[in-house]
């Protein structure tokens, strides 16, 4: 029966995607809801100025409708849709505030943060009337760290604003972002089913139901783009899905694409800072495999590939 459920929300998520991109995006094109470019990124990404953005109100709809359906409406739902919907809104603001003033950047970084730290707060407080554990379970080994909610309030807080920016990081070319977290939220069907966390499962499920929907028209050549809307909704969620499974330690193999994307940034801003010299072409580490001269869709394969690989390792764990 629970797979049964699982692969009925993931079908019903995925072809809600399906229905709800052609309305969406001639609305998104017709809103003149379209990309700003940066200038002083990869060249070739000038050409997609003007494709519609905010997207990722088409995987968030998809996601929220097939949930709510199939979901058990337990205190776990809450929180779910809370990280989920609480940072796509963040990302639905920033991407707002790209359009109605025409630039590449949208929200300062303190109101960002603050929009983070708040939901983050919520979730943190929802755990807590929950009775939720605050155990940490070391990946690989039958090992616990017990660490109270004292330290366990500021892990989770910084966990949800690590992977959301890491997974934000992450969406720079055509069908990366979508492909990589459906591998993502893949394996956390699975270890969630194996854990017996049903709500985590169904949103697992539906998540990735809604992006490998979503896919469809943001593969090369794009006909839209989530935007922060997208990216940072996933990130929410998949934070939120690795604390009600216990997995918060395995999130850093499950999603290491995202990981390593993010440490990309922070060595290149830190060689130039502090050495005056940059470690790769240009940061996150997608774009400097474009200026060496790779193909968009060579690397968007080969990191769905090592997405793939990650969950494998991850998996290992069960």
Not at 188 to 201: F, G, Q
Not at 284 to 296: C, D, F, M, T
Request: proline share 3%; aromatic share 12%.
């Amino acid at each position: 029966m629970d797979m049964k459920v699982i692969l009925f929300t993931m079908g019903a998520a995925f072809l809600l995607a399906i229905i709800l991109g052609p309305i969406c995006i001639p609305i998104l094109r017709r809103l003149k809801f379209g990309q700003q470019i940066r200038t002083d990124g990869p060249q070739g990404h000038l050409k997609k100025a003007g494709t519609p953005t905010m997207g990722g109100t088409i995987i968030l709809l998809a996601l929220s409708i097939a949930f709510l359906r199939f979901s058990d409406g337990t205190a776990d739902a809450v929180i779910l849709l809370i990280a989920s919907l609480g940072y796509g809104l963040i990302g639905f603001l920033d991407d707002y505030i790209k359009i109605l003033f025409k630039r590449s950047l949208g929200l300062t970084a303190k109101q960002k943060l603050f929009g983070q730290l708040f939901f983050s707060g919520v979730v943190c407080y929802l755990l807590y009337r929950s009775g939720h554990s605050t155990d940490l379970s070391v990946p690989f080994t039958d090992y616990t760290l017990e660490i109270g909610w004292w330290l366990y309030v500021p892990f989770v807080v910084i966990m949800m604003l690590g992977m959301s920016n890491a997974v934000n990081f992450t969406d720079g070319l055509d069908g990366l972002l979508a492909g990589t977290s459906a591998i993502a939220f893949g394996t956390y069907t699975i270890i969630a089913l194996v854990h017996s966390e049903m709500e985590a499962a169904v949103f697992s499920a539906s998540m990735v139901g809604a992006v490998l929907g979503f896919l469809v028209f943001n593969a090369h050549p794009a006909k839209v783009f989530m935007g922060d809307t997208g990216s940072l909704g996933i990130g929410g969620g998949l934070a939120a899905v690795a604390i009600l499974t216990k997995s918060e330690l395995l999130i850093l193999i499950v999603g290491a694409v995202f990981v390593i994307e993010m440490l990309s940034v922070v060595i290149q801003v830190v060689s130039f800072k502090t050495r005056g010299k940059r470690v790769f072409r240009m940061s996150p580490i997608h774009h400097h495999y474009e200026l060496v001269g790779w193909s968009e869709w060579r690397i968007v394969v080969t990191f769905w590939f090592a997405g793939l690989v990650c969950a494998g390792l991850a998996l290992f764990n069960l």
